[in-house]
């Protein structure tokens, strides 16, 4: 069974995360204090960690590069306030792999942890969306029968949102994701490049694949 570590003080919300984890199949094992969850996590050799950054010991961050120094693989999802949100840059230094926003929405959560946990190019190679194909290895994609071009930059944008499809990704976490100095960039660069991938991936077709979320971000879906 998979094994989710779940890092959180707030008894009522560690309670009600274990809850809908173990009802979805996931083993939960939980922590309430930093220090605690890395003498555990060492031993217990969990699948994911969930970690909320509003810890009383150790900084969760803190929390999550020291897990990352030592286990560079193990997917990490943080949990971040709302406010949180805008710094989300600053919190991804510690290595993590996504993050959910409180108030959490089941659904958006189970939906990253899953993509963490079974990335589908390990499991076939390639990625696919629709009838929107792309391949990591030879670096093909393809709309259908359609080959497509793309830019390095452009292709690790595609494989990003198709990585994450239908969750909404903000400008921030895609800047994080693809620029490698994103506090130099602006984030309007985001809307210009996927405006250049709805250009090759969308135009032509009935159905839209690139979705604008207004006021939050991009997300892809069929």
């Given amino acids: 069974m998979t094994k989710v570590f779940l890092i959180e003080k707030d008894k009522d919300l560690q309670e009600y995360l274990s809850d809908v984890l173990s009802e979805n199949g996931y083993q939960v094992q939980v922590a309430k204090q930093g220090s605690e969850a890395l003498n555990q996590i060492e031993n217990q050799q969990p699948d994911l960690v969930l970690i909320d950054l509003e810890l009383d010991d150790i900084k969760g961050e803190e929390v999550c590069l020291s897990i990352k120094r030592k286990k560079p693989d193990l997917p990490i999802i943080l949990i971040l306030k709302e406010q ?92 994080n994701r693809i620029w490698s100095y994103p506090q130099d960039v602006e984030s309007r660069v985001v809307d210009v490049y996927v405006g250049y991938l709805r250009d090759k991936i969308d135009k032509g077709f009935d159905k839209k694949l690139i979705h604008t979320i207004r006021g939050f971000g991009y997300k892809i879906k069929e």
């Fill in 84 to 175: 949180e949100a805008e710094k989300i840059i600053e919190k991804f230094k510690c290595g993590a792999n996504d993050f959910v926003l409180k108030p959490i929405n089941t659904k958006d959560l189970l939906l990253r942890i899953n993509a963490r946990l079974t990335p589908q190019e390990t499991i076939t190679g390639k990625l696919q969306v629709g009838n929107l194909t792309l391949d990591k290895k030879t670096h093909e994609v393809k709309r259908g029968e359609k080959e497509i071009e793309l830019t390095p930059r452009e292709f690790k944008l595609l494989q990003l949102l198709m990585e994450h499809e239908e969750q909404v990704l903000s400008r921030e976490f895609i800047l």
